[in-house]
């Protein structure tokens, strides 16, 4: 059998698996499959490097297929290649109730998924980070240890969509030259034709962006192969213009929105096996077949083990170092290091933002916890995210800590989870709450793979001068709140912002959001406790001089006022006691009992926060009074705002004794 024959044979047993899985679930996306299996089989078969059996190898190349509803591909080459967890009867379960093989590829599903992808251009965005965090690595670590590629392959959509643009604009500025993507241009999107809705010259675009781009027939296993070791070669990021047809090998929706996002249906699934002269029934692969697939899969034991021996043989705190950042421990004495600033901090009583207070402790954070990469969407000298450890990287220097992200919050929030998915790398990036908005879907995303990506969001209420309502946020907090799996700190002084970095850090399967201010807040907790209090997500500030008649809820920069409040309620002879909120998520992960003791059973709750009551319900219940905003924000100082917006210690003391004399 010829060269040739061999590898449409192997690219026509990914074509079925797909095809007979999608008509098996009678759902899914059999086009991409279809189109894209030589450029799959040629990248695969002669360039990636990876050990099926050894999945997590840390210097594997990585392959992202970002058009994610083509999750057939991915599965069916992780089948065939001899990944253990994914076996026929996982591709014969497509989309079906606890497989692996979701209807797009998941993280954590089953090994060889790197990145969750679904909603166009995250994976080509997410692999800006792992293509930077390989550089950052490599920088660190040497050639010996960290020396390895990142494909991706994209669809139209990916491209189409915004936070494409904003992704290869910063892999092209930080000349991310071992970024490879392959275009699979096949001119179809769900609606029809592409030129319904566009005729960008996408080879040009990415030019433009600082990369190579050129076009090939994404059909012709050399044409694929020279592209691939041209990119391999040069000083740029690399988008290659695969030239391919949509369900290609289908008779009549070959070419067509029909082989889109349907079964392509018994006759046509006839006609495909009939044109690539494929015999075998569903899901079965000839044995030559599948036995040079796995050969294919078995190809870089030889590099892993040569990988193996240099990692035993390099310097042993080299050693010691690379394998705790991979498996995303902390080093050893990081509480002790936190302890001892909370104890600073509890003497010294900083009256600061705590946007100023999160750079206090990123100070010490950075200077303790080598693997943390810091950036900012163009909003530095307003987030704090910079410290003296983290220069700025650049094109010719990957081996520095901070990352200028420019204004792009969407591309910034995906290449924090590339970073973070690379391994090894613990990043944080920030802008504005308000825009928060921007990032969210990287945000959202992050939250449903369980991982350790870091959102600082600043200027987090009507409290950040006279930029107005279009910067100020009233609904965020509630919003990121209503994500799974997503911990939103908002401390309320810089002990508290201490200890929520503490959490953020060791959370590895949750990512966090720090809502942090702009204006100073005074330290309420004076008293040092070893304790990481905001781990409980509420706790008692304050307590009643009594029985307490009246409980107050606040977080952030309202903790002050709710403490302002109780002192004229004990005036007026009101026992009041004051819970701060840092965490609602937390809070709810609490015991029945420590949930029931810190909300108590005053008469009169109260919550006290500076955006929308959404949330609080299920602490002051809904006869609850709440103290915050009602509608958007206005242009003001903030010594103008608070009153305005009836957020003041005065004005919730009113609003509890009116509720007490029953007015």
Same mark, same amino acid.
């Given at each position: 059998m010829?060269?040739?024959?061999q590898?449409?044979?192997m690219?026509?047993?990914?074509?079925?698996l797909?095809?007979?899985?999608?008509?098996?679930?009678?759902?899914?996306?059999? +086009?991409?499959?279809?189109?894209?299996?030589?450029?799959?089989?040629?990248?695969?078969? @002669?360039?990636?490097?990876?050990?099926?059996?050894?999945? =997590?190898?840390a210097d594997?190349?990585r392959?992202?297929?970002?058009?994610?509803?083509?999750?057939?591909?991915?599965y069916?080459l992780l089948y065939?290649t001899?990944?253990?967890d994914?076996?026929?009867?996982?591709?014969?379960?497509? @989309?079906?109730l #606890?497989?692996?093989t979701?209807?797009h590829?998941e993280?954590?599903h089953?090994? #060889?998924?790197?990145?969750?992808?679904?909603p166009?251009? /995250?994976?080509?965005?997410?692999?800006?980070?792992?293509?930077?965090?390989?550089?950052?690595?490599?920088?660190?670590?040497?050639?010996?240890?960290v020396?390895? &590629?990142? &494909?991706?392959?994209?669809?139209?959509?990916c491209?189409?969509?915004?936070?494409?643009? !904003?992704?290869i604009?910063?892999?092209?500025?930080?000349?991310?030259?071992?970024?490879i993507?392959?275009?699979?241009?096949?001119? *179809?999107?769900i609606?029809?034709?592409?030129s319904l809705?566009d005729?960008?010259?996408?080879?040009?675009?990415f030019?433009?962006s600082g990369?190579?781009?050129?076009?090939?027939?994404?059909?012709?296993?050399?044409?694929?192969?020279?592209?691939?070791?041209?990119?391999?070669?040069?000083?740029?990021?690399?988008?290659?213009?695969?030239?391919?047809?949509? +369900?290609?090998?289908?008779?009549?929706?070959a070419?067509?929105?029909?082989?889109?996002g349907?079964?392509?249906?018994? !006759?046509?699934i006839?006609?495909?096996?009939?044109?690539?002269?494929w015999?075998? %029934?569903?899901?079965?692969i000839?044995?030559?077949?599948?036995?040079?697939? @796995?050969?294919v899969?078995?190809?870089?034991?030889?590099?892993?083990?040569?990988w193996?021996?240099?990692?035993a043989?390099a310097?042993?705190?080299?050693?010691?170092?690379?394998?705790?950042?991979?498996a995303?421990?902390?080093?050893?004495?990081?509480?002790?290091?936190?302890a001892?600033?909370?104890?600073?901090?509890s003497a010294?009583? %900083?009256?600061?933002?705590t946007?100023?207070?999160?750079?206090?402790?990123?100070e010490?954070?950075?200077?303790?916890? %080598?693997?943390?990469?810091?950036?900012?969407?163009d909003?530095?000298?307003s987030?704090?995210?910079?410290?003296?450890?983290?220069?700025?990287?650049?094109?010719?220097d990957?081996g520095?800590r901070?990352? =200028?992200?420019?204004?792009?919050? =969407?591309g910034?929030?995906?290449?924090?989870?590339?970073l973070?998915?690379?391994?090894g790398?613990?990043?944080?990036g920030?802008?504005?709450?308000?825009?928060?908005?921007?990032?969210?879907p990287s945000?959202?995303?992050?939250s449903?793979?369980? *991982?350790?990506?870091?959102?600082?969001?600043?200027?987090?209420?009507?409290g950040?001068?006279?930029?107005?309502?279009?910067?100020?946020p009233v !609904?965020?907090?509630?919003?990121?709140r209503?994500i799974?799996?997503?911990?939103v700190?908002?401390?309320?002084?810089?002990?508290?912002t201490?200890e929520?970095?503490? *959490?953020?850090?060791e959370?590895?399967?949750?990512?966090?959001?720090l809502?942090?201010t702009r204006?100073?807040l005074p330290?309420?907790?004076t008293?040092?406790?070893?304790?990481n209090l905001?781990?409980? +997500?509420?706790?008692?500030?304050a307590?009643?001089?009594?029985?307490?008649?009246?409980?107050i809820f606040?977080?952030?920069?309202?903790?002050e006022?709710?403490l302002?409040?109780?002192?004229?309620?004990?005036?007026?002879g009101?026992p009041?006691?004051v819970?701060?909120?840092?965490?609602f998520?937390?809070?709810? /992960?609490?015991s029945?009992? &420590?949930?029931?003791?810190?909300?108590?059973?005053?008469?009169?709750?109260?919550?006290?926060?500076?955006?929308?009551?959404?949330?609080?319900d299920?602490l002051?219940?809904?006869?609850?009074?709440?103290? +915050?905003?009602?509608?958007?924000?206005?242009?003001g100082?903030?010594e103008?705002?608070?009153?305005?917006?009836?957020?003041?210690?005065?004005?919730?003391?009113?609003?509890?004794?009116?509720?007490?004399?029953?007015?």
């Open positions: 010829s060269s040739r024959e590898h449409d044979r690219a026509n047993a990914i074509r079925f797909a095809m007979d899985a999608v008509e098996k679930a009678n759902s899914g996306h059999p +086009g991409l499959p279809m189109g894209c299996a030589d450029i799959a089989t040629v990248l695969f078969s @002669r360039f990636l490097k990876f050990d099926a059996k050894a999945p =997590h190898w594997r190349d392959f992202i297929l970002s058009a994610g509803h083509g999750s057939m591909l991915l069916s065939l001899g990944y253990e994914m076996t026929i009867d996982q591709i014969k379960n497509f @989309r079906q #606890g497989s692996k979701a209807g590829p993280y954590g089953a090994a #060889g998924i790197e990145t969750t992808t679904g166009l251009g /995250q994976g080509l965005a997410n692999s800006v980070g792992f293509a930077l965090g390989e550089r950052i690595m490599n920088a660190a670590f040497g050639n010996d240890l020396n390895h &590629y990142t &494909y991706v392959l994209a669809g139209d959509g491209l189409m969509e915004g936070v494409s643009q !904003e992704a604009a910063l892999a092209g500025h930080l000349k991310l030259n071992k970024l993507v392959f275009w699979d241009n096949n001119n *179809i999107s609606d029809g034709p592409v809705a005729n960008t010259d996408q080879v040009a675009r030019q433009a990369w190579n781009a050129s076009h090939i027939d994404g059909t012709d296993p050399e044409a694929i192969a020279y592209a691939i070791e041209a990119a391999r070669h040069s000083d740029k990021p690399t988008m290659i213009a695969c030239k391919t047809t949509i +369900g290609f090998g289908a008779p009549t929706k070419g067509t929105n029909k082989a889109h349907s079964p392509l249906g018994a !006759e046509e006839a006609g495909a096996r009939k044109f690539f002269n015999e075998s %029934p569903p899901f079965e000839p044995a030559d077949i599948l036995d040079g697939w @796995r050969a899969g078995k190809g870089g034991a030889k590099a892993r083990a040569d193996e021996g240099r990692l043989k310097d042993a705190q080299l050693k010691s170092e690379f394998e705790r950042r991979l995303g421990k902390l080093p050893s004495n990081f509480d002790a290091v936190i001892d600033y909370k104890k600073k901090l010294d009583k %900083p009256k600061v933002a946007r100023k207070s999160s750079e206090m402790a990123l010490v954070i950075n200077g303790a916890v %080598p693997e943390t990469i810091g950036g900012s969407a909003l530095t000298g987030n704090n995210t910079k410290t003296s450890q983290t220069k700025n990287i650049t094109p010719d990957y520095q901070y990352v =200028h992200y420019g204004i792009r919050e =969407h910034m929030a995906a290449a924090i989870n590339g973070t998915l690379h391994g790398l613990i990043a944080y920030g802008t504005f709450l308000c825009f928060s908005d921007y990032a969210r945000m959202r995303l992050a449903l793979m369980g *991982i350790r990506s870091i959102f600082v969001m600043t200027h987090d209420s009507i950040l001068g006279e930029d107005g309502p279009t910067h100020q !609904e965020h907090l509630a919003a990121l209503a799974p799996n997503h911990n700190f908002r401390p309320a002084d810089a002990v508290e201490a929520c970095w503490q *959490i953020a850090l959370s590895e399967k949750t990512p966090s959001t809502a942090l204006q100073n330290t309420v907790r008293e040092f406790s070893e304790k905001s781990r409980q +997500g509420a706790y008692e500030l307590a009643a001089s009594g029985e307490a008649v009246v409980t606040a977080t952030g920069s309202e903790v006022i709710a302002g409040a109780r002192d004229l309620l004990e005036k007026h009101h009041t006691r819970v701060s909120v840092p965490c998520e937390l809070f709810d /992960q609490q029945d009992d &420590y949930r029931k003791k810190t909300i108590g059973n005053a008469k009169v709750k109260v919550a006290i926060e500076a955006g929308i009551r959404q949330g609080w299920h002051i219940g809904t006869d609850g009074i709440f103290v +915050g905003m009602h509608g958007f924000g206005a242009s100082t903030i103008q705002l608070y009153p305005h917006f009836g957020i003041t210690a005065d004005a919730a003391a009113k609003a509890v004794e009116a509720r007490l004399h029953g007015k």
